[in-house]
Nanobody, 119 residues
Framework: QVQLVESGGGLVQPGGSLRLSCAAS????????MGWYRQAPGNQRELVAT???????NYADSVKGRFTISRDNAKNTVYLQMNILKPEDTAVYYC?????????????WGKGTLVTVSS
């Protein structure tokens, strides 16, 4: 069983920065694709960024150039550095572990951390 625990959310002014962290339990972190997703009130959950076990990254167009996803396999942790934050970035941010290469359908989610961008 995998548990994902996000941290680092909070209130920040427009133009500011935050760094989210997601710590994973278990032994499959290093061979899994990790991702950050977000859900704003009234909206569906959407992809923010993913990083494969080999370090390849993918970003939503809305965050390219502002957000950076990274991982530390020694610490079983994935990060999301968020810069130049905008009010439209306000959402609950969720960490995801995609273990489908290990077992089809293997998919884990954290409980989320709230990011509020407001002056």
């Amino acid at each position: 069983q995998v548990q994902l625990v996000e941290s680092g959310g909070g209130l920040v002014q427009p133009g500011g920065s935050l760094r989210l962290s997601c710590a994973a339990s278990g032994s499959i972190f290093s061979i899994s694709t990790m991702g950050w997703y977000r859900q704003a009130p009234g909206n569906q959950r959407e992809l923010v960024a993913t990083i494969t076990s080999g370090g390849f990254t993918n970003y939503a167009d809305s965050v390219k150039g502002r957000f950076t996803i990274s991982r530390d396999n020694a610490k079983n942790t994935v990060y999301l550095q968020m810069n130049i934050l905008k009010p439209e970035d306000t959402a609950v941010y969720y960490c995801n572990l995609d273990g489908s290469k290990i077992l089809p359908g293997m998919d884990y989610w954290g409980k989320g951390t709230l990011v509020t961008v407001s002056s």
